[in-house]
């Protein structure tokens, strides 16, 4: 039997805001390797316009509410994949670093800007 896609039955907006967090923990900028195998993310960014940067992708700030949103971070960290230090900073754990959103190519744009 194939793998269950999204086995933690994420909503939208928690599927949106891991993968932000996944893109920004690749990112030197933001993020700090854990001894444990675990990234901490900090400085999130800010939406200037319509849109902010992660990276070398473009996000749409209708995308990123997640990142502002307290409840998210309870459920992601209530599902083992973050530990929460909202506002400031997610450290996501392997199963956060791991877990395929499916939403990468979606909302992570890549390209000219």
């Known amino acids: 039997m194939p793998a269950k896609k999204n ?3 994420l909503n939208s907006l928690q599927l ?3 993968t932000l967090l996944q893109e ?3 990112s030197a900028a ?5 001894p444990d195998g675990a990234v901490r993310v900090t400085q999130l ?3 200037h316009g319509d849109h902010f940067h992660v990276g070398a992708a473009v996000v749409m700030a209708r995308d990123a509410n997640g990142l502002a949103n307290p409840a998210v ?3 992601l960290e209530r599902k083992g994949l973050i530990k929460s230090e909202f506002p400031d900073a997610a450290v996501l754990m392997p199963a ?3 877990y395929d959103t499916g939403l990468a190519d979606t909302i992570l744009h ?3 800007h």
Request: proline share 12%.
């Open 7 to 9: 086995p933690l039955n």
């Open 110 to 112: 890549r390209g000219g």
């Open 24 to 26: 920004l923990a690749r």
């Open 73 to 75: 971070w309870v459920a």
């Open 45 to 47: 960014p800010y939406p």
């Open 30 to 34: 933001h993020a700090e390797k854990l």
């Open 16 to 18: 949106k805001t891991l």
């Open 96 to 98: 956060g670093l791991a």
